[in-house]
């Protein structure tokens, strides 16, 4: 059975919080303590999402992917306000941990790449956690480059350090 990308709607945002959540401690449990990815609950990750999609949306894409009517991951893109305005930002590529290794996460990669070629963006950049070895490898296989850039943010009661990648578009 195939997936199928779509448009996200207001409707969709309960249920892409609810899939960030289990996407993070599937993917962080390995190296983030428990107490920093049991908050926020899978419902306040839907409130946060809706909230988000209800600001951004203007000038953000969010795009829900689906196998078989179920949603199994998401990606979201929007300008990046740390650089120059000839350059996107991959915000999150996020997938039900049923889904690794399905391809989904590839389809979802080439469809925000071109997502941004279409607005005219000419490089993109990402922030990916710096142990998380499996994103970082599924990046560099989709041609993406660490700058070297790093910076700490939050998870929780964690604080994570980040590394910044990009790649040409």
């Known amino acids: ?13 309960m249920a892409v919080g609810a899939l960030h959540q289990r996407s993070r401690v599937a993917a962080y449990s390995a190296f983030l303590p428990a107490e920093a990815l049991a908050d926020p609950t899978p419902e306040a990750m839907g409130r946060y999402w809706a909230e988000r999609w209800r600001w951004e949306r203007d000038n953000h894409r969010l795009t829900v992917a689906e196998r078989a009517g179920t949603l199994v991951g998401f990606s979201y893109l929007g300008p990046d306000d740390e650089d120059d305005p000839g350059t996107g930002l991959l915000n999150a590529i996020h ?4 889904e690794q290794g ?3 996460g590839r389809t979802l990669m080439v469809d925000t790449l071109e997502a ?3 607005r005219g963006w ?9 142990e998380n070895a499996r994103a970082r490898a599924f990046y560099e296989r989709g041609g ?7 910076r700490e943010e939050h998870i929780g ?3 994570t350090p980040q590394v910044r990648y990009t790649r040409p578009l």
């Open 116 to 118: 941004m070629r279409v």
């Open 144 to 150: 993406w480059t660490s700058t070297g850039v790093e």
């Open 122 to 130: 000419r490089r993109a950049v990402l922030w990916v956690l710096r």
């Open 1 to 13: 059975m195939t997936v199928t990308l779509r448009p996200a709607t207001a409707a969709d945002m």
């Open 102 to 104: 399905r391809g989904t």
């Open 157 to 159: 009661t964690a604080l």
């Open 95 to 98: 997938l039900d941990p049923a």
